[in-house]
């Protein structure tokens, strides 16, 4: 199983960005997916979840900004990112809870990180 993110890139003040995370390899089922961001000097930190059935949860100061969402189909999640702040600077990992086929329980897979800059 592999997680492969992308989308991450220098974007001003204000800008957006969209993260993608596609998953792949012998998967059966996925249950939660999401992103976590780590700024320098700082511990990894959640930045938003959703689970297959589409609840969410996002952490307080990128809730109204960011939006979570997946596509079930193609074993990908997305971050959207809205007016982003020069705190929002970070590298951003996906994870994904996976049920490889012919396992009997989820691992929690990661995937490579993605630098995301916010700067003038």
């Known amino acids: 199983v592999q997680l492969q993110a992308s989308g991450g890139g220098l974007v001003q003040p204000g800008g957006s960005l969209r993260l993608a995370c596609a998953a792949s390899?012998?998967?059966?089922?996925?249950?939660?997916m999401g992103w976590y961001r780590q700024a320098p000097r700082k511990q990894r930190e959640l930045v938003a979840t959703?689970?297959?059935?589409?609840?969410?949860n996002y952490e307080a100061s990128v809730r109204g900004r960011f939006t979570i969402s997946r596509d079930n189909a193609k074993n990908t999640v997305y971050l959207q990112m809205n007016s982003l702040k020069p705190e929002d600077t970070a590298v951003y990992y996906c994870?994904?809870?996976?049920?490889?086929?012919?396992?009997?329980?989820?691992?929690?897979?990661w995937g490579q990180g993605t630098q995301v800059t916010v700067s003038s």
């Open positions: 994870n994904a809870d996976i049920l490889r086929q012919g396992a009997y329980s989820f691992i929690r897979y």
């Open positions: 390899g012998t998967i059966f089922s996925i249950d939660v």
């Open positions: 959703r689970t297959s059935g589409g609840n969410t």
